[in-house]
T-cell receptor, first 114, second 110 residues
Framework: NAGVTQTPKFRILKIGQSMTLQCAQD?????MYWYRQDPGMGLKLIYY???????DKGEVPNGYNVSRSTTEDFPLRLELAAPSQTSVYFC?????????????FGQGTRLTVV | DAKTTQPTSMDCAEGRAANLPCNHS???????VYWYRQIHSQGPQYIIH???NNETNEMASLIITEDRKSSTLILPHATLRDTAVYYC???????????FGAGTILRVKS
């Protein structure tokens, strides 16, 4: 199993450009999450999904969009990149059932907007 | 989900036990206590979780007070590789959100 795979690992965007951060998991997890982490700060939840076709806003959703058409994939879309979106983005997944299992994280995408 | 409070930072000598406290005084009966850590800007890593009983695994022990208003994560023999940010999270069973606080920076020193 690959676990949670994020692509790309690094990206530089110009202000106003758009891009999609990819996240895929092969563990058949129903829950998936996107976080951002600014330098020296904690993780902030952007969006999450409890299953295919269902998404919901987290703490800092402005400037982002998500979709969940399959169980495996949860892409994060930046439509008009701004310098404030310079951050490290982490995707995570978990399979919540009665045993309340843990979340697994990808290695992150480091995004710089200039 | 209930809010948690952790010290900003702690130091620990290599080979000694590291005891990381967490306060969660507003925890509800159906909320679990989770611990994660983040090493050097990698993705966070799950450590342990519990409801009301003490828990132990190969990485750590979790001690939850009887009133469940606080807990302590214990790394029994800390190594330099345990230097990381440790996050205490309270979350309901079937919880759809996983929200991180500021965490505790643990520095293990030789």
């Amino acid at each position: 199993n690959a676990g949670v795979t994020q692509t790309p690992k690094f990206r530089i965007l110009k202000i106003g450009q758009s891009m999609t951060l990819q996240c895929a998991q092969d563990m058949n997890h129903n829950y998936m999450y996107w976080y951002r982490q600014d330098p020296g700060m904690g993780l902030k939840l952007i969006y999450y999904s409890v299953g295919a076709g269902i998404t919901d806003k987290g703490e800092v959703p402005n400037g982002y969009n998500v979709s969940r058409s399959t169980t495996e994939d949860f892409p994060l879309r930046l439509e008009l990149a701004a310098p404030s979106q310079t951050s490290v983005y982490f995707c995570a997944s978990s399979y919540s059932d009665r045993t309340n299992t843990e979340a697994f994280f990808g290695q992150g995408t480091r995004l710089t907007v200039v | 989900d209930a809010k948690t409070t952790q010290p900003t930072s702690m130091d620990c000598a290599e080979g000694r036990a590291a005891n990381l406290p967490c306060n969660h005084s507003t925890i509800s009966g159906n909320e679990y206590v989770y611990w994660y850590r983040q090493i050097h800007s990698q993705g966070p890593q799950y450590i342990i979780h519990g409801l009301k009983n003490n828990e132990t695994n190969e990485m750590a022990s979790l001690i939850i007070t009887e009133d469940r208003k606080s807990s302590t994560l214990i790394l029994p023999h800390a190594t330099l590789r345990d230097t990381a940010v440790y996050y205490c999270i309270v979350r309901v069973a079937y919880g759809n959100k996983l929200v991180f606080g500021a965490g505790t920076i643990l520095r293990v020193k030789s």
